[in-house]
């Protein structure tokens, strides 16, 4: 069984690495968000350090959504869906493969990218350090709520935009907690722990949902 | 084996076909005919278990294939009218990761000798979106090789093949029905069999 998770998994890297060009255009599209508010904004440390956490993190979410719509879609075109749904191997497995290349190639790569980010807003060191946790928490759960809206609007006209109506809303609390972690570092270190448990915790329940919900709504949409 | 009880199925509002029964054993080839539009395809993933039937159920050793889930599954082998290749993959890439998830054995030598006996050799490492229509269906089909799976559904599978790869495919079907394995196509080309028997049903009536 974990034979064929890594082999869903690996495949995935493998295509992203035939075709860099998508994967690159996600980071870039978060590291150019994120840079624009600096600019527009002007360079004042008082108000980049106010903006930072939460800009880094609607960047973080917008970035994480771009790319969730080709998640499921690409196999639908050329019938690796279908084949995927036929096989005897559980599908809550195969899609959570799929959820771990998604993370892998627009989540991790945040997490790493966090301090140039955060040496923009003048965040200080224990600040970066509790973003880079806290992103480190959030966006796999952005992977994994994002997953359900993927198969869900899968071979619909329109998908994308109906996709961010209803994910972006879902995405609420990991927004909340994970840009309140960060700015709650700036004044007292130890008082992120209770977000830093909260974002585990709404990583653990979408870990064990997620993949569920994903796969039952794939067999809806292949219909 | 394969059992089909009073089926109907819809797309949209429009009846395709209602009250369908039959039931096949093994060694048989299953040829669905009908024109197009008649719910060839339709039947086909329904008997796959993509599609609901909207009345009836299709049963598996006497069993609901609903109930049996994967169990079905580990016993079928589809091929639709999407090949269900990764472009950007090689053919042997397409080809192992095909036969792993399968359940069936996908070490180098035998993937590579199953592309070379569809016709392939000399392709094995080239990305599939650089090969022709047919040199991608073949790839495909070299799953038929692999398979160990007693009942294969396939949805047109001779178009955009040339005659050695039809002569090919054809040899495999009969070879799958005298092996004992039971084969449920659409196609408009006729099967020779060697051994096993073989049934029609049409569609569109």
Sequence with gaps: MLKVFWSVLHRDLLLAMRRRTDVLTTLFFFLIVVSLFPLGVGTETAVLRTLGPGVVWVAALLASMLALERLFAADFEDGTLEQLLLTDQPLVLLVLAKITAHWLLTGLPLVLMAPLVGMQYHLTDPAIGIMMAALLLGTPVLSLIGAIGAALTLGLRGGGILLSLLILPLYIPVLVYGAGAVELAAVELTATRPYLMLLAAFLLSSLILAPLASAAALRISIE | ?205
């Excluded at chain 2, 359940?103 to 180098?108: E, P, Q, V």
């Design chain 2, 1 to 205: 084996m394969l059992q089909v009880a009073q089926l109907e199925c819809r797309r949209g509002d429009r009846l395709l076909f209602s009250g369908l029964d039959f039931e096949v054993g093994p060694g048989t080839l299953l040829h669905v005919r009908g024109r197009n539009g008649s719910g060839k395809t339709t039947l086909l993933r329904t008997l796959c278990g993509l599609y609901t039937a909207d009345h009836g159920e299709v049963h598996w050793r006497g069993e609901s294939i609903r109930a049996l889930g994967e169990d079905y599954r580990r016993d079928l082998l589809y091929f639709g009218h999407l090949n269900g290749i990764k472009g950007d993959l090689t053919g042997v890439e397409n080809l192992r990761l095909a036969a792993t998830l399968d359940g069936d054995k996908a070490d180098t030598r035998t993937v590579w000798a199953a592309l070379a006996r569809i016709g392939l050799a000399g392709f094995e490492d080239i990305p599939t979106r650089m090969l022709s229509q047919g040199q991608k269906k073949r790839t495909a089909l070299a799953r038929l090789i692999l398979s160990r799976a007693p009942l294969w559904i396939l949805d047109e599978p001779f178009t955009a093949l040339d005659t050695d790869a039809v002569d090919l495919l054809q040899q495999l079907i009969a070879d799958q029905v005298a092996n004992g394995g039971l084969v449920v196509l659409t196609t408009h080309q006729e099967v020779p069999l060697t051994s096993g028997q073989a049934c029609h049903l049409d569609l569109g009536r």
